[in-house]
């Protein structure tokens, strides 16, 4: 899959939004923060990475011992899109981020989160994706990364990516959770000549 600029279409209930086309069919709405958990999120948002340009923030804790390795990113994009912001203290993970999306300087920022956020702190990621788009030069999109199945309150999307069994480490089912915009629903994703693409599509998930 090759980066390309984000397709700017409607999205259903927001008239001025604009849509981050990862496949057809499947979109993340810009200027909003999504979540997305699972064994191979950060696989995930890697995907996502490779439909924007420009930087990528990926923030994650200092004391964090998962970390992306130049290996593991160049199948996806770039590791020289990269900036790591690493705050000591786990209140400034959020804050890092808010402030990053305000400025509307970076299309994607990604937080690695060890734990689920509170509302409060969703609801202001929101809040400076939004000023950012209306200020800045670009709609930002935030990425919460959190551990097993989720669960953070108040945001736009929740994405599951987990193994297929017996696949490979190159097949991947993707699972729509939850969306303000679209039906929960289900798809494998697998690696192909180095494209990500979407192999096929099962049943909607029961939530």
Same mark, same amino acid.
């Given at each position: 899959?090759?980066?390309?600029?984000? $397709?700017? &279409?409607?999205? !259903? +209930?927001?008239?001025? *939004?604009?849509?981050?086309?990862?496949?057809?069919?499947?979109?993340?709405?810009?200027?909003? %923060?999504?979540? *997305?958990?699972?064994?191979?999120?950060?696989?995930? %948002?890697?995907? !996502? *990475?490779? $439909?924007?340009?420009g930087p990528v923030f990926w923030v994650a804790p200092e004391w964090s011992t998962d970390r992306l390795h130049a290996e593991g990113v160049i199948p996806f994009f770039s590791p020289g899109r990269l900036t790591f !912001?690493?705050?000591?203290? *786990?209140?400034?993970?959020? /804050?890092?981020?808010?402030?990053?999306?305000r400025s509307s300087a970076v299309p994607l920022v990604v937080a690695d989160l060890p734990g689920l956020p509170a509302l409060t702190p969703v609801r202001r990621l929101h809040l400076a994706a939004e000023t950012g788009a209306r200020e800045g030069g670009c709609a930002p999109l935030a990425l919460l990364l959190t551990p097993g199945t989720g669960g953070a309150p108040g945001i736009e999307s929740r994405w599951h990516m987990g193994p297929i069994p017996q696949? +490979?480490?190159?097949?991947?089912?993707?699972?729509? &959770?939850?969306?303000?915009?679209?039906?929960?629903?289900? /798809?494998? !994703?697998?690696?192909?000549?180095g494209r990500y693409?979407?192999?096929? %599509?099962?049943?909607?998930p029961q939530v």
């Amino acid at each position: 899959m090759t980066p390309y600029a984000p $397709n700017l &279409i409607s999205s !259903v +209930g927001r008239p001025k *939004a604009a849509l981050l086309e990862l496949w057809p069919g499947i979109s993340l709405t810009l200027a909003r %923060a999504h979540e *997305a958990c699972g064994q191979f999120r950060r696989s995930f %948002a890697m995907m !996502v *990475a490779q $439909n924007t340009q420009g930087p990528v923030f990926w923030v994650a804790p200092e004391w964090s011992t998962d970390r992306l390795h130049a290996e593991g990113v160049i199948p996806f994009f770039s590791p020289g899109r990269l900036t790591f !912001v690493s705050p000591k203290r *786990a209140e400034d993970i959020l /804050w890092c981020v808010e402030e990053i999306l305000r400025s509307s300087a970076v299309p994607l920022v990604v937080a690695d989160l060890p734990g689920l956020p509170a509302l409060t702190p969703v609801r202001r990621l929101h809040l400076a994706a939004e000023t950012g788009a209306r200020e800045g030069g670009c709609a930002p999109l935030a990425l919460l990364l959190t551990p097993g199945t989720g669960g953070a309150p108040g945001i736009e999307s929740r994405w599951h990516m987990g193994p297929i069994p017996q696949a +490979g480490m190159d097949h991947w089912q993707l699972t729509r &959770i939850r969306s303000r915009s679209a039906p929960p629903r289900r /798809w494998h !994703v697998a690696r192909h000549e180095g494209r990500y693409r979407l192999t096929s %599509a099962t049943q909607p998930p029961q939530v």
